[in-house]
Structure formats: structure tokens, C-alpha cells
């Protein structure tokens, strides 16, 4: 990848999170840009290989503190928005935090991005197509269909559906010059947490099933773990997003799918392969699956769709991109990062 030739001053909201640890490194490494990250903790950051260059500067705030996002709008030409609070044992348990993180918080930076004509790189999410139909591959054309009010599991996705609305018709009717990402379930090295650890709760599906493995108890499967997801490895997203920085002009004023249709696979395979890889890494017995009600795990107002995969046409022809990495490559730097973190394992729980 050829990087432009003038440097830009791209500032990263929320970018000490997992995304924005990997998109960091590889903007400090293969690009000449000057960056500004702006979040509340930047422990995925500190742990970076290779140190974080001179032309990194890191800023501890909360957007939502008087000021913050003046700032950073105005001394940036490029503004990428990670902010959220993308976990799904929030959606139903935390609403209003969540329907604020990934809303309300979020107006403020859309109206100084256009007012300021800042370029604006949100990035949304696959849960905007809510309650799709497979087995088709999902579009910008797509329609969009949430559950009922009380289920609550679909704050986030209504939030973020509402965020994009919003960029769009600004653009549309007000100039602003914007392009919206759609991650599908990228996963990677340094995703998430450990609870009891350096986190409390319950983190995403990946983090869920290694902090089991690593616990010595059974992987809790979701109504039996059916549901089907395609994974992304999170070096593919980031040299798509690279692709987009570099194509500024064929990508503002899109919607892009991000993800590899090609990793279909179910939440039970996901856990089974996990887990195999998990044994021959450490020896011993396989470790259990336990089917579980999913309102045992994340409570009432939860629910799910069967089956999400993306569509990418449009991110193959616009930044000449294709994913290379099936779950074979995937997962086994994601499970040595989870070891090579939290050190030695419990025993694993004896298989059936």
C-alpha cells in the first residue's frame, strides 16, 4: 500500500480501545499521519510492540467533558469515531448508557465535523440490519428490521441506526464530508478483557470462551450456541481501513461492509475449534460446552439474530480489498495472546 504523500492529522476517538489499539500501530508503522487518541484508558496502547513513535500523542478525557471535542475537531482533518459501548450484556442491562454512548454523545462531534467540514470515519455497526432473513448477504441496501421495545438487546442497533441516519442526511443536506464503516464481529489479539482481572462483567463471545478455557469451567453456548457469525481477523479491518484513508475521494459520502462472508461460521464452532486449539496448545482433558438460556446469561429484553454476513462488493471495488485470513490463521495468535496475558491456567474441566 502506497501511503499519501502529504501527512494528515487524524484524531482517534476512543482509539485506546481493541480497534483502535490495531489501527495505531498500523498508522504509526505504514503511514506518515500525525494522530491524536482520545479516550479514558489506554492500557491496550502502553502494551504495543515497537513503542508508540513521535508522532503519537495521547489524550486521557471523556468526549462528553466541556471542550473536548472543540479540540479535537478543530485541530484535525480527519476524525475516526470508535466510540461505543459495543458489548451485548449491556444492551439489556445498561440501555440508557449504551442508547447515550452510541447516540446522543455523538451529535455534538457530527454537527462540529460539519460545520468545521472535518471528515468525518464513523464506524457503525453490523448490528444495524437487526433482525435479518438468511441466507442472504447483507448490503447498504439492505433492509433494516429491530425487535419490539421490550426487548432491549436492540438499543445498541437503534442507536447506531439513528447515528448513521443522522451523518447521512448531514451530508446529504449539509455538506458534511463523511464515510460510515460497518465492522462484522472482527475479532484479534488484545480483544477485550478478563473479568476479575483488568474487567468486570461479561465481555463479547471470544473473550467469554477464553476466559472459560483459561478458568477451567465449561463454554456457555447461547440457546445452544446456532446463531451464525462471520469473523473478521482484525489485521484484514485495519488495512481496510487504511484503504479508506488513502481513498478519501472515492469513499466519502459511502456506507462500507467490512467483513469476510467467508467465515461463516456457528457460535458452537467457533467454541469447538477454540477449544481444540486451546488443548493442543496446553494438554488436557477437552473442555465441556454447555448449552444455556439466553436470559440465564444476559437477562431479560435479550435477543439475537440467526445469521449476519456481509455483503463486500463495494469494499472490494472501491478499495481493491479482499480478507485473507480464515479462522485456521485467526485463531491461534488469539489464543496464545490470551496466555501469554493472563499466564498459567486452571485445569480444564474433564471433556464428556
Not at 421495545?149 to 438499543?155: A, F, G, V
Request: positive net charge.
Amino acid at each position: 500500500m502506497t501511503a499519501p504523500a502529504q501527512p494528515r492529522r487524524i484524531c482517534l476517538l476512543g482509539g485506546g480501545g481493541f480497534l483502535g489499539a490495531h489501527l495505531v500501530q498500523a498508522l504509526i508503522e505504514r503511514t506518515p499521519h500525525r494522530l491524536v487518541v482520545i479516550d479514558t484508558s489506554f492500557a491496550k496502547l502502553e502494551s504495543l510492540p515497537g513503542g508508540l513513535g513521535d508522532r503519537l500523542r495521547l489524550r486521557r478525557a471523556d468526549i462528553r467533558s466541556p471542550g473536548v471535542l472543540v479540540l479535537a475537531v478543530g485541530e484535525s482533518d480527519v476524525l475516526l469515531s470508535l466510540t461505543a459501548l459495543c458489548n451485548p450484556a449491556l444492551y439489556n442491562t445498561q440501555p440508557r448508557a449504551v442508547i447515550e454512548a452510541s447516540f446522543s454523545d455523538l451529535v455534538p462531534l457530527v454537527s462540529l465535523c460539519t460545520t468545521q467540514r472535518r471528515w468525518l470515519v464513523h464506524f457503525s455497526t453490523c448490528e444495524v440490519y437487526g433482525k435479518t432473513i438468511p441466507p442472504a448477504a447483507l448490503s447498504e441496501e439492505s433492509p433494516m428490521q429491530l425487535g419490539p421495545i421490550d426487548r432491549e438487546r436492540w438499543t445498541y442497533a437503534c442507536a447506531k441506526q439513528l447515528l448513521e441516519r443522522l451523518i447521512w442526511a448531514r451530508g446529504a443536506h449539509d455538506g458534511l464530508p463523511f464515510t460510515i464503516i460497518r465492522p462484522f464481529n472482527v475479532i484479534g489479539p488484545r480483544m477485550d478483557y478478563m473479568p476479575g482481572v483488568d474487567g468486570e462483567g461479561t465481555p463479547r463471545v471470544l473473550a467469554c470462551f477464553m476466559h472459560a478455557l483459561l478458568t477451567g469451567k465449561p463454554l456457555q453456548l447461547v440457546d445452544g450456541g446456532r446463531q451464525r457469525r462471520s469473523f473478521c481477523a482484525v489485521d484484514d479491518f485495519v488495512e481496510a481501513v487504511l484503504r479508506v484513508l488513502e481513498r478519501g475521494d472515492a469513499c466519502r459520502g459511502e456506507v462500507i461492509n467490512v467483513g469476510n462472508p467467508r467465515n461463516d461460521v456457528s457460535i458452537a464452532e467457533l467454541a469447538k475449534r477454540l477449544a481444540e486449539l486451546y488443548v493442543r496448545r496446553r494438554g488436557g482433558e477437552r473442555p465441556l460446552l454447555e448449552p444455556v438460556a439466553a436470559r440465564q446469561l444476559y437477562g431479560p429484553g435479550y435477543d439475537d439474530v440467526e445469521q449476519r454476513v456481509p455483503d463486500i462488493r463495494k469494499a472490494q471495488r472501491l478499495l481493491d480489498w479482499v480478507p485473507r485470513l480464515g479462522l485456521d490463521e485467526m485463531l491461534p495468535p488469539i489464543v496464545d495472546d490470551y496466555l501469554a496475558r493472563y499466564g498459567e491456567p486452571r485445569p480444564a474441566a474433564p471433556g464428556r
